[in-house]
């Protein structure tokens, strides 16, 4: 009855999931048909003069901007959606804030964002690095988009409450969240940037939760947000409820 009653909800979620996709989806797909249609005519009247060119590469411009679009929701679809099990192995939470900084150095560097980098000793978790790399480089990458150029981003690691968690811990100097938006973040798809796709938080719930973990934020408007992710460790996997198979 148990499991029946998750499948539910589960197929609930996925019917609004489903709904919320086709919406975003179809939005930038409008916009691509509308303009390959005006460029289609617009080059089917002859060689176009210069003005015209002008136009023709603004509305290309577009269309390949709401491709981009089309691409990144999908892209990000397919981390949320992933149901291949994940692989637990013996993971090391430093090596996977290095990895992830790696792979954003370049737009932090670009940002001139201030990285303080204080990672702890930690016992190993049972974890999927790749997936693990990806929840960082979300939260990351949300706290570069936050505070746009030259803010401060202090990421920690260390074992709290009595050694139940490994966290990892992102604090930024962004504007913070707005409390109303706090039970939101979560949500697919919801976002208040204009180009944003609003699945980055969504995806690492999804992954936080594969590995038995919690995640907390906490933000202060004007003041800046820090979210935690916490993983238990591996010897308590078990225990604190992850799936170690
Ligand atoms: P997206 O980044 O595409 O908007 P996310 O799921 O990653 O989608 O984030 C959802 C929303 O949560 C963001 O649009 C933003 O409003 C808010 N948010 C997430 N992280 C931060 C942060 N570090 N500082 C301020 N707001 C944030
Ligand atoms: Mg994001």
Redesign the pocket.
């Known amino acids: 009855a148990q499991d029946q009653l998750v499948r539910t909800e589960k197929l609930t979620s996925l019917g609004k999931l489903s709904a919320s996709i086709a919406h975003e989806i179809n939005n930038p797909l409008a916009g691509i048909l509308t303009f390959a249609k005006l460029i289609v005519r617009t080059l089917d009247q002859g060689t176009p003069d210069e003005a015209t060119r002008k136009v023709l590469v603004k509305n290309l411009l577009l269309v390949q901007r709401e491709t981009e679009r089309c691409s990144a929701i999908v892209r990000n679809l397919l981390d949320f959606a992933r149901e291949r099990p994940i692989t637990l192995k013996d993971t090391d939470v430093n090596a996977v804030v290095d990895e992830g900084l790696q792979l954003l150095s370049n737009q932090i560097h670009i940002q001139n964002v201030t990285l303080e980098k204080r990672l702890g000793t930690v016992p190993p978790v049972l974890g999927d690095f790749g997936q693990l790399r990806q929840a960082c480089v979300?939260?990351v990458?949300?706290?570069c988009?936050?505070m746009g150029r030259g803010g401060r981003l202090s990421i920690e690691t260390g074992l709290v409450e009595d050694g139940r968690w490994v966290e990892l811990a992102?604090t930024?100097t962004?504007?913070?969240?707005p409390p109303d938006?706090l039970s939101k973040?979560?949500d697919p798809f919801?976002?208040?940037?204009e180009r944003?796709?609003?699945?980055?938080?969504?995806?690492?719930y999804g992954i936080v939760e594969r590995h038995g973990g919690r995640i907390e934020i906490q933000?202060e408007p004007g003041k800046?947000?820090r979210?935690a992710i916490r993983i238990p460790p591996k010897s308590d996997a078990r225990a604190a409820g992850g799936k170690a198979q």
């Open positions: 979300n939260v990458m949300n706290a988009e936050a992102f930024d962004g504007p913070g969240i938006h973040i979560f919801f976002t208040t940037k944003g796709t609003g699945l980055g938080l969504s995806v690492v933000s800046g947000t979210v």
